[in-house]
């Protein structure tokens, strides 16, 4: 996959803003982490991925690209890069839960194209939404209670978690520390 410089310049900025704030998951992670995994099941594509995305103390580039894929706005078709500390609290947040399974992905990226049709629809998102920036996701884990995956959420205390029982999902993001729904 060719990047652009922009593009290469930003996943440097995102890996090394990643690579200073991982000390902030070690400690949810408990302990040295010799590989982070995660399976998610895209519910729109139907897209499954088992990827380690941080190995040998460090992300795992390849893994990164194929995660975004599957993370993608399926509706434009249109990737970009996934944040690497929202994996991290993915991967955080499924071993506090005691979770080996598939995480299903209500939505991930979210291009700005998409974002406004679905304002436009009514539907409601926020305009300035993480989604656009690859920094937020919705998602539910398969026999895991929603409440429970909210509270476990909140108790990481890293970024923004929002709770949406009538649609199933949780949303976290790597925004400041905030709760909602």
């Known amino acids: 996959m060719q990047h652009s410089r922009r593009q290469f310049l930003t996943i440097g900025a995102g890996l090394i803003s990643a690579a200073a704030s991982s000390q902030a998951f070690s400690a ?8 982070r995994t995660l399976q998610l099941r895209n519910l729109h594509t139907d897209e499954v991925i088992r990827a380690t995305y941080w190995e040998k ?8 690209d194929e995660i975004n894929r599957v993370l993608r706005d399926h509706r434009a078709n249109a990737v970009t890069h ?23 992905i209500i939505s991930a990226y979210r291009s700005p194209e998409t974002n406004a049709k679905l304002l436009q629809q009514g539907h409601k998102v926020a305009k300035r939404s993480f989604h656009m920036q690859g920094r937020a996701i919705d998602i539910r884990v398969p ?7 909210q509270k476990a959420a909140l108790a990481m ?25």
């Open 143 to 149: 026999g895991v209670h929603l409440r429970t995956t």
């Open 57 to 64: 103390g460090q992300y795992q580039l390849d893994s990164l």
């Open 157 to 181: 205390k890293a970024g923004g978690v929002g709770y949406y029982p009538r649609s199933g999902f949780i949303h976290l993001d790597t925004g400041r520390v905030r709760r909602w729904g």
């Open 28 to 35: 949810p992670l408990k302990g040295v982490q010799p590989e």
């Open 82 to 104: 996934i944040d690497p500390i929202l994996l991290d609290q993915l991967h955080s947040l499924q071993n506090s839960l005691g979770h080996r399974g598939e995480l299903h």
